[in-house]
């Protein structure tokens, strides 16, 4: 959430901010100023009859003392306190309405963001390896699964519904040994510190990374008594969370957390995108990174946040791109973002497999998370950043179809042979 002092003195950087993302200023700003003209003209008020409110209790004991009818007064003071509840009231009404316009506001992207509409104007910044090359037709994920015995998305259908899978014997070992040795490289070779978070959250911490109120929709909601408990859409939320409410000693920072997590998306909006295979899933599997870092210094640490995520890839020998998001095509929450985009030889495509952002203060002011400059009392918010490291289902078919033999076979990356006990995954039958 963006400040609302900062909002008020830049309604035309903010209006521009709008366009840019493709936001129309007009809806998402609605009735700000008058809002906020009202709101503080409650406030005023207030403290004015408040302030005289005071007063007054400060004359009537000295006309008590004296003698003197304070009866006047004792009614006056009475009927402000009246007055000065109708104002408090009115003063929260606005506030609220407040609150509600200001996390319709998404975050404004930082300066070197490119302008731009859609994915069509993301910005290629740079590439890792070289596409493999095939003395044969490579074939997509979901033919080489079917064919191995390793990806079963029939079955998954009659247990569950579509857009979720069954994973069978080294299917199943490549999805755990994938996030092993993700969790081993972040945690032994890169610093993070391991953490198991609850898969269910509250609607306070949906709130605080942004997906409440805005996404709703995109999310599976699990009623729980009278209040609603939601199943995470990433790692990110509940990790982030765990600092909701509290102060960060700036020698701890950059604080950086690494956890391995189920996923669940409702994916609201994207039916008819993706139908074929595991690339969009209600139910998969991530290692997620999140840093809670100084501001002065988060776009550094956003660099190395996705320098990390890239040596995932490298280890896995995966070739891959990195393109920063433009302004139309980044999340509401993020100031800045890299999108990781592996190749896949059996859709002749460079898919995304993680996403890197720096969101700067806004989720930070949302959930309250602050930290204790060095030599300075007040404290400031610390800035969150998270990324995918990687996306475990996306990392498993990147490695089927840029791996996979003529024979049908594929050959088992070199780095994750001790996690699998194999060089290679052979066709299987129960």
Same mark, same amino acid.
């Given at each position: 959430? $963006?400040?609302?002092?900062? +909002?008020?003195?830049?309604?035309?950087?903010?209006?521009?901010? %709008?366009?840019?993302?493709?936001?129309?200023?007009?809806?998402?700003?609605?009735?700000?100023?008058?809002?906020?003209?009202?709101? *503080?003209?409650?406030?005023?008020?207030?403290?004015?009859?408040?302030?005289?409110?005071?007063?007054?209790?400060?004359?009537?004991?000295?006309?008590?003392?004296?003698?003197?009818?304070?009866?006047?007064?004792?009614?006056?003071?009475?009927?402000?306190?009246?007055?000065?509840?109708?104002?408090?009231?009115?003063?929260?009404?606005?506030?609220?309405?407040?609150?509600?316009?200001?996390?319709?506001?998404?975050?404004?992207?930082?300066?070197?963001? =490119? +302008?731009?509409?859609?994915?069509?104007?993301?910005?290629?910044?740079?590439?890792?390896?070289? =596409?493999?090359?095939?003395?044969?037709?490579?074939?997509?994920?979901?033919?080489?699964?079917?064919?191995?015995?390793? $990806?079963?998305?029939?079955?998954?259908?009659?247990?569950?519904?579509?857009?979720?899978?069954?994973?069978?014997?080294?299917?199943?070992?490549?999805?755990?040994?994938?996030?092993?040795?993700?969790?081993?490289?972040?945690?032994?070779?890169?610093?993070?510190?391991? +953490?198991?978070?609850?898969?269910?959250?509250?609607?306070?911490?949906?709130?605080?990374?942004?997906? !409440?109120?805005?996404?709703?929709?995109?999310?599976?909601?699990?009623?729980?008594?009278?209040?609603?408990?939601? %199943?995470?859409?990433?790692?990110?939320? =509940?990790?982030?969370?765990?600092?909701?409410?509290?102060?960060?000693?700036?020698?701890?920072?950059?604080?950086?957390?690494?956890?391995?997590?189920?996923?669940?998306?409702?994916?609201?909006?994207?039916?008819?995108?993706?139908?074929?295979?595991?690339?969009?899933?209600?139910?998969?599997?991530?290692?997620?990174?999140?840093?809670?870092?100084?501001?002065?210094?988060?776009?550094?640490?956003?660099?190395?946040?996705?320098?990390?995520?890239?040596?995932?890839?490298?280890?896995?020998?995966?070739?891959? *791109?990195?393109?920063?998001?433009?302004?139309?095509?980044?999340?509401?929450?993020?100031?800045?973002?890299?999108?990781?985009?592996?190749?896949?030889?059996?859709?002749? %495509?460079?898919?995304?497999?993680?996403?890197?952002?720096?969101?700067?203060?806004?989720?930070?002011?949302?959930?309250?998370?602050?930290?204790?400059?060095?030599?300075?009392?007040?404290?400031?918010?610390?800035?969150?950043?998270?990324?995918?490291?990687?996306? +475990?289902?996306?990392?498993?078919?990147?490695? !089927?179809?840029?791996?996979?033999?003529?024979?049908?076979?594929?050959?088992?990356?070199?780095?994750?042979?001790?996690?699998?006990?194999?060089?290679?995954?052979?066709?299987? *039958?129960?």
């Amino acid at each position: 959430m $963006l400040e609302l002092s900062f +909002v008020r003195d830049n309604i035309p950087k903010i209006e521009e901010m %709008l366009r840019n993302r493709g936001m129309n200023p007009d809806a998402i700003l609605k009735d700000f100023r008058t809002v906020d003209a009202q709101r *503080r003209q409650a406030i005023q008020s207030a403290e004015t009859v408040r302030a005289e409110r005071n007063r007054l209790s400060a004359e009537i004991p000295k006309l008590q003392k004296s003698g003197q009818d304070a009866s006047h007064l004792i009614a006056d003071a009475k009927d402000m306190r009246v007055q000065i509840q109708e104002m408090e009231k009115a003063a929260e009404e606005y506030d609220a309405r407040m609150t509600e316009l200001l996390v319709g506001i998404p975050n404004l992207p930082h300066e070197s963001v =490119p +302008v731009g509409k859609s994915s069509e104007e993301n910005v290629e910044i740079r590439r890792w390896g070289a =596409p493999p090359s095939f003395n044969f037709a490579p074939k997509p994920h979901w033919e080489l699964g079917e064919q191995l015995g390793i $990806l079963d998305l029939e079955r998954a259908v009659k247990v569950t519904g579509a857009r979720f899978a069954v994973y069978w014997e080294l299917g199943a070992k490549l999805e755990r040994a994938l996030a092993n040795f993700m969790l081993d490289v972040h945690t032994k070779e890169h610093g993070y510190t391991e +953490v198991l978070p609850p898969y269910l959250v509250n609607s306070s911490s949906m709130y605080s990374t942004g997906q !409440l109120p805005k996404f709703a929709a995109d999310l599976f909601r699990v009623p729980h008594g009278d209040k609603d408990l939601w %199943l995470i859409p990433t790692a990110e939320v =509940p990790v982030t969370n765990l600092y909701r409410d509290e102060t960060l000693e700036h020698s701890k920072l950059p604080v950086s957390l690494t956890a391995y997590t189920p996923c669940f998306r409702s994916e609201a909006g994207s039916y008819g995108k993706d139908v074929r295979g595991i690339v969009r899933q209600h139910q998969f599997q991530k290692v997620e990174l999140v840093k809670f870092s100084r501001p002065d210094n988060s776009y550094e640490q956003h660099e190395k946040l996705t320098q990390d995520a890239e040596k995932i890839l490298q280890k896995l020998g995966l070739h891959y *791109r990195i393109v920063v998001l433009c302004t139309g095509d980044m999340s509401f929450a993020a100031a800045k973002t890299y999108d990781l985009e592996v190749w896949l030889p059996g859709q002749q %495509l460079f898919r995304e497999i993680s996403s890197c952002s720096n969101f700067e203060s806004f989720q930070a002011r949302r959930a309250n998370i602050r930290y204790r400059a060095e030599g300075k009392g007040k404290p400031a918010f610390v800035h969150t950043l998270n990324g995918s490291g990687l996306a +475990v289902g996306r990392t498993w078919l990147a490695i !089927l179809e840029n791996y996979q033999q003529a024979d049908g076979s594929v050959v088992v990356p070199e780095v994750l042979r001790p996690y699998m006990g194999t060089d290679r995954i052979l066709p299987w *039958r129960l």
